[in-house]
């Protein structure tokens, strides 16, 4: 009988999801009121860009439970810090408030440090050399004289994304 009222991690992760998004409606409706309309393509680009992150999030945080607690927390963890980059990563390329730009970089750094955190503590690698998510990645020579750019996680920064 208190199994079937103990609630899964997967329902408890739908539920905490419902009240984020009916939590944070009203917060989103007066912040609205308040600013300036974005040019109707950079509206456009930016919701089809978050939107687009969202549903990546969502769908990677809906990890397959693997018998290991702390592990399935890192699976499900790390999707949502690498959305809050992405998303972040978004804000860099459209927004135009300076503070918000400041707190965009400042969330993609330590974002980027928490999952390394949590995956060193399961004893997994980190890639100590991939480049922020808004820098272009290191170029090397290779023998036959052809530049070609390592690979990592890594995002090219748009020239609208430079201010």
Known sequence: ML???????????????????????PF???HEAHSQPPAPSDEA???KENDAAMTKMMKDMAAKP?????????????PHHQGAIDMAVIELRY???ETLRRLAQE??????????????AIGEKVSSSAPA?????????TPSGMSHEHTGM???MPMGMKK
């Open 154 to 156: 890594h995002m090219d």
């Open 3 to 25: 199994r079937l009222l103990k609630p899964s991690l997967g329902a408890i992760f739908i539920g905490a999801r419902i009240l984020l998004a009916f939590g944070a409606f």
């Open 66 to 78: 693997s018998g290991d607690i702390d592990r399935d927390f890192v699976a499900m963890m790390t």
């Open 28 to 30: 989103v409706l007066a």
């Open 95 to 97: 927004g135009k408030n």
């Open 107 to 120: 969330i993609i750094v330590d974002q980027m440090q928490e999952i390394d955190a949590m995956k060193l």
């Open 45 to 47: 680009a930016f919701l």
């Open 133 to 141: 998510p808004t820098q272009p990645a290191p170029t090397t020579t």
